[in-house]
Nanobody, 124 residues
């Protein structure tokens, strides 16, 4: 059964770093674009970062530019999200998703597979 298995996350103080991993099983990630999303309490799930399957180009939303880096290792069938200089507003449940967006990577409707999600809490 195709699935995305996510690891990483946890509790960190402001200014700290975390790395999230997203590994695919049952299918190959290299034909999919990968998005990372987060969902804060009481809010909708929102896109954070995206990496293309075609040329490896990346996109980050303004609030994480310069702090978050998305990357992929097709040999390991895994995508990563390195998060540095974390802020309390980065708190939420983070998800990775695989799909081939046709309109916008930012829409949750563009993705075929989702991970189980993991909590990231940034607090003193």
């Amino acid at each position: 059964q195709p699935q995305l298995v996510q690891s990483g996350g946890g509790f960190v103080q402001p200014g700290g770093s975390l790395r999230l991993s997203c590994a695919a099983s049952g299918f190959s990630l290299d034909i999919y674009g990968i998005g990372w999303f987060r969902q804060a309490p009481g809010k909708e799930r929102q896109g954070v970062s995206f990496i293309s399957h075609s040329d490896g180009s990346t996109v980050n939303v303004q609030s994480v530019k310069g702090r978050f880096t998305i990357s992929r290792d097709n040999a390991k069938n895994t995508v990563y999200l390195q998060m540095n200089n974390l802020r309390p507003e980065d708190t939420g449940v983070y998800y990775c998703a695989a799909g081939v967006p046709h309109i916008t990577w930012f829409s949750v409707d563009e993705y075929d597979y989702w991970s189980q999600g993991t909590q990231v809490t940034v607090s003193t």
